[in-house]
């Protein structure tokens, strides 16, 4: 037999598989304390935490006195027997390694990052650091299982991925969030969306989405914007607003549930509330942006307070775009997220359907996110008439000859299509249960910080 039967190494969250049997753990001090003739030393694997327990007896003296010198982040590798403790802390906790053996990698520097509380520009400027927490190390397993979730249901359910240019010619949501760049002497900007792209892939392809990195130079410093985000975009041909509403609260539902299942031990690091996440299934209410406008100015008038702000609930003209406030007032009137639909087209995109009959509102729908978390998802059924939409081009001021081949899509069989972007740090925030979304994503790029 190998040597990896004899004494193997394992990874701490795997250790209820190993109880009584002799193993190796190897990692980095997390935590130490201990007295006498013992010593409890926190150990960090990646996987999880778990206690090693040295008794001077069952290491040797040199061992033990090793153990002594360890200081936070040492990196080490550990030997002994797994047992069953149900008051052993550690995450997942309930098991301990009765040590037998230390074998030290490193003794660390200083570390400066210790169990007492730092400010956020401290930890910021050593998010490097930072990320090794058990806060930071639960967020971003929160995040890899919100988008393995994201891939299965979408590759689940008939949708290709197919991938979008980072590299671009023209704006797709504006021209006040463009990131320029020098493409060989010509202007070109970093992608603020792929779905122009998506909606080129449907009409091969059916049923698509992409899922990448984009970006907005956005300008305000709010507790919900990034510099650099992840953006999964499906797009669908055949699909009109009715049934991208009823797409999303099947996606949205299933990204939860599966991250609820499969995130215990890390929503629990986090402390998360998870009676208002259990409750997020098919179907989620929809209301109509007038009526989203009346149920505001109707608390506005009242003096009602935004929950979780200092201040009443601010009141809105009809066709202006809503506020962080607006959003999370009308977030809190229900228990799930709810669709806001049918916005003005004045402040929405510029390929937007606008609705028969009624032209200052377009076939939009955002999504709100529960708990004051705000928008998770932006979506609409696209225009698909060729003249309407290069009317639409011209109207908000976009260079034609860029949008040509978009225009084709509308020449060579058009049909009525929808699609949506969901943010990933957006929705990694509200399962997490975070205040800001700089903790979503391991290095966050945000107005006033790009290091490291
Ligand atoms: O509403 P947005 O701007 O929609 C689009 O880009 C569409 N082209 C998507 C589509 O229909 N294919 O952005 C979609 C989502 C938002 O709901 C939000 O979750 C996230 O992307 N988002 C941001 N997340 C973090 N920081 C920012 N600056 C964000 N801007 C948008
Ligand atoms: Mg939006």
Request: negative net charge; charged residues 25%.
């Amino acid at each position: 037999m190998g040597s990896e039967s004899v004494n193997p190494t394992v990874a701490i969250a795997d250790l209820h598989r190993h109880v009584d049997a002799d193993v190796t753990i190897q990692g980095w001090l997390y935590r130490k304390t201990g007295k006498g003739k013992l010593q409890f030393l926190q150990v960090r694997d990646g996987s999880g935490i778990c206690q090693a327990v040295l008794f001077r007896g069952n290491v040797s003296d040199e061992h033990f006195e090793a153990a002594k010198a360890l200081t936070q982040e040492s990196s080490l590798v550990v030997h002994g027997v797994v047992k069953a403790n149900e008051r052993a802390p550690g995450i997942p906790g309930g098991y301990e390694l009765d040590a037998r053996e230390l074998d030290i990698v490193q003794i660390a520097d200083p570390y400066p990052i210790t169990p007492k509380e730092h400010g956020v520009e401290f930890l910021m400027q050593n998010r490097h650091l930072w990320l090794r927490s058990s806060r930071q190390w639960a967020i971003q397993r929160v995040r890899a299982v919100a988008i393995r979730a994201i891939r299965d249901w979408l590759d689940d359910h008939g949708y290709l991925n197919v991938d979008t240019p980072i590299l671009t010619p023209a704006a797709a949501e504006g021209t006040t969030t463009l990131f320029e760049i020098d493409y060989h002497g010509e202007p070109a900007y970093l992608a603020q969306t792929g779905q122009l792209y998506n909606e080129a892939n449907i009409f091969a392809f059916g049923k698509v989405y992409c899922f990448g990195p984009t970006f907005r130079a956005e300008k305000s410093k709010t507790r919900r914007h990034l510099q650099e985000f992840w953006m999964v975009e499906p797009e669908i041909a055949f699909c009109n607003l009715e049934q991208l509403m009823e797409i999303e609260e099947q996606f949205v539902s299933y990204i939860v549930q599966r991250c609820l299942h499969d995130c215990q031990a890390e929503l629990a690091v986090l402390e998360r509330d998870l009676t208002r996440l259990a409750q997020v299934t098919p179907p989620f209410p929809r209301i109509h942006y007038d009526e989203a406008v009346r149920l505001i100015n109707e608390a506005a008038a009242r003096g009602e307070l935004v929950p979780g702000y200092p201040d009443p609930v601010p009141a809105i003209e009809w066709g202006d775009d809503f506020g962080s406030p607006h959003e999370t007032y009308i977030a809190a009137q229900f228990e799930k997220p709810v669709f806001v639909h049918h916005y003005p087209t004045q402040v929405k995109a510029f390929y937007m359907e606008p609705e028969a009959g009624r032209p200052e509102v377009c076939r939009s729908v955002d999504l709100l996110a529960p708990e004051g978390y705000g928008e998770i998802i932006g979506g609409s059924e696209r225009m698909s008439d060729p003249e309407k939409l290069a009317a639409a081009i011209r109207h908000h001021g976009l260079p034609q000859e860029v949008y040509d081949w978009y225009l084709d899509l509308r020449r060579y069989g058009s049909v009525v299509h929808s699609g949506f972007g969901l943010g990933v740090e957006r929705v990694v925030m509200w399962v997490c249960g975070l205040d800001h979304v700089r903790e979503s994503i391991a290095f966050p790029r945000t107005l006033t910080n790009m290091r490291p």
